[in-house]
């Protein structure tokens, strides 16, 4: 828990993940993908870093990424694909809803058990 102040870092990068929205982090806690008392020990990172997991937001006001390789939509399963987007944008609408709310990062470990 030696994490300062200023956030944690992206591991791409290396800026700080100043926005909710923008972590993958938190998105994957979202998704159930990272158990609670593992969140300090994941790499953090910004969404606009990740393109492979930020392919599949769909929603208004964020700009998918185009992933090209084997890892992008185009090479992947359609059903997958859709599942997937279903899946990730309903994390990120949460995210972005936590921080209409004002939430900081800490909070969102608070917030996220009554969001259904
Ligand atoms: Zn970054």
Known sequence: ????????LCDVCGGDV????DSTLYLRFMLGEVDRSLLDRHPERHLACDPILAQ???????????????????SLDPA???DE?????RGYE???ELERRGAVLSE?????????
């Open 94 to 96: 949460r995210l972005m």
């Open 18 to 21: 100043e926005r909710i929205a």
């Open 80 to 82: 997958f694909v859709a």
């Open 85 to 89: 987007e279903s899946r990730v944008t």
């Open 56 to 74: 599949f937001i769909e929603t208004e006001g964020f700009e998918t990424p185009f992933v090209d390789g084997p890892f992008g939509k185009s």
């Open 1 to 8: 828990m030696a994490k300062c102040e200023t956030g944690y």
């Open 108 to 116: 969102v470990l608070l917030g996220v058990k009554g969001l259904g």
